[in-house]
Each structure stands twice: as C-alpha cells, then as structure tokens.
C-alpha cells in the first residue's frame, strides 16, 4: 500500500507565508498600493496562483505513484519477485519551500522557486536489494511519457557520511483541465536497508540541530557499512537460492534470473 506523509491543505497556504511572498516579491501591482481593498484582492490573487502552482506538484506525486502501483500490481500477479517494497510521498509545505528558497539565494518569486527547487515533489521507494534499485528505475524512465533530468548515483559513488541510494529528478506529465504541463519530482530509491539507516541519521541530525559529536558521526559510518555489507550478504543469499532452484518459464523471471 502506497503511505503518504500528511500534508498541509494546499489550497490555504498559511498567511504569513504569501505575506513574506508578497514583501520580496518584485510585483508592480503591489508597489505603491495604498488602497486597502485593492491589495486585498491582489493578495487573493496570489493566493490562489500560490495553490495551482503547489498542486501542480501533487499532481505529479500521483501520476508518479499510479505508475509504481501499476508496476507493482503486475509484479504481485504475474511474476515471481515484486523488487518494490515500500513507497512513500512527499510534497513541500509552504513553509518548507521559502525556507530552501532562503538558503540557496532563490528570490522568493513562484517562476524564480520553479526554476531553482526540483524537490518540491518527492517520491521515495525502498526495495531488497540494490540491484532492484536499478532496475526499479529503468522501468520507470523507459516509459515515454518520463523524462530524465538528473541523476545522483550514491551507490556507484556513495556520500562520505556512507549514504548509498539512487536519485533523480524527473519530469511528468500533469494534464490540467486547459493544457498539459510537464513537472519536475524528485525519485529516491534505496534499499530497506539503508532506508532504515537515512532514518535513523535524519533524526540524530535533527536532534543536534545539525552540530552532530564526531565520535557519533564515526558510529553512523560504521552503520552505514554495516548496511552496506547486510546489502551484499543478502544479494549473495538470493543468488545462491536461485542457483539452486529449477529453472522458471522466461516470462516470470526477473532480469537478474535471466
């Protein structure tokens, strides 16, 4: 089943956010307003622009999870090995957006934020093993309507901290009622293994609000390894079972039984 995180409702964005849109928003229809009901409309207006550009990202989320619930439907009917164990969603509060906007220098501006934040829109999959992560991701942008944007490949090349997972951003189609527009979300995939692992780090980091002790930090790379090493131990164990089993027919194997 497919977990959603809970989110915000997206058509009231909380005042205070649109207000700090609005003060270093360069908008010449608010500059120089002295009229109370005017900038009252104005700040609708943005409200409401605020909403379609948020559910534009949601909208994304689903057609991205209606393609991985397809895939796995057809796994769990008709073949032997279902490489997707878990998925979980997740869409950028307001609060969250002007918040990254702030760090990385982006005006606060929506064409500005479009342009700049590619994780306004999440989805994250964990599976068993990490040659599922690949493969995972290969049916995924191999269909015609997903386009590659960008790829992190931390496992061919894993962070410092020991973090390995596969990462990429990647455009979908979000048909609206008067046109279609193409948007971004951001695609992790990692093994439970290591999923556990990222858990377990984010709230250590969010504990000491980022200033972690060096003798915790060694412990987490440890750990990292140590899931790293359960990763390839099990990777062993499987292929050492399908060694042993009688071959299958060609259409219920996976490409690693190929």
Not at 8 to 14: G, L, Y
Not at 83 to 106: D, M, N, Q, Y
Not at 139 to 164: C, F, W
Not at 208 to 230: C, I, Q, S
Request: proline share 7%.
């Amino acid at each position: 089943m497919i977990q959603q995180r809970p989110q915000q409702d997206v058509a009231r964005p909380e005042q205070a956010v649109l207000q700090r849109l609005i003060t270093h928003l360069d908008h010449p229809d608010f500059l120089g307003e002295d009229d109370d009901e005017t900038v009252a409309r104005r700040l609708k207006e943005l409200q409401r622009e605020f909403t379609r550009f948020r559910l534009r990202y949601k909208f994304a989320i689903d057609e991205l999870t209606t393609k991985i619930a397809i895939l796995r439907e057809e796994f769990e009917e008709t073949h032997d090995h279902n490489p997707i164990e878990h998925v979980r969603t997740r869409l950028k509060s307001p609060e969250s957006i002007f918040a990254k906007a702030a760090k990385i220098g982006c005006p606060p501006a929506i064409p500005d934020i479009q342009r700049s934040i590619h994780d306004i829109a999440g989805v994250r999959l964990t599976c068993a093993f990490e040659s599922d992560v690949y493969w995972i991701a290969d049916m995924l942008t191999s269909q015609s309507d997903v386009t590659v944007v960008e790829v992190e490949d931390y496992i061919a090349h894993p962070k410092p901290n020991g973090y390995r997972s596969l990462h990429l951003i990647v455009e979908v189609p979000v048909y609206l009622s008067d046109h279609t527009e193409q948007v971004e979300v951001e695609l992790q995939i990692r093994t439970i293994a290591m999923d556990f692992w990222a858990s377990v780090e984010h709230k250590i980091y969010y504990k000491y609000d980022g200033e972690v002790p060096p003798g915790l930090l060694d412990e987490l790379r440890v750990a990292a390894a140590t899931a790293h090493d359960l990763d390839a131990r099990m990777a062993r164990l499987r292929a050492q079972i399908h060694a042993q089993q009688p071959p299958r027919p060609p259409s219920l194997r996976s490409p690693q039984q190929a």
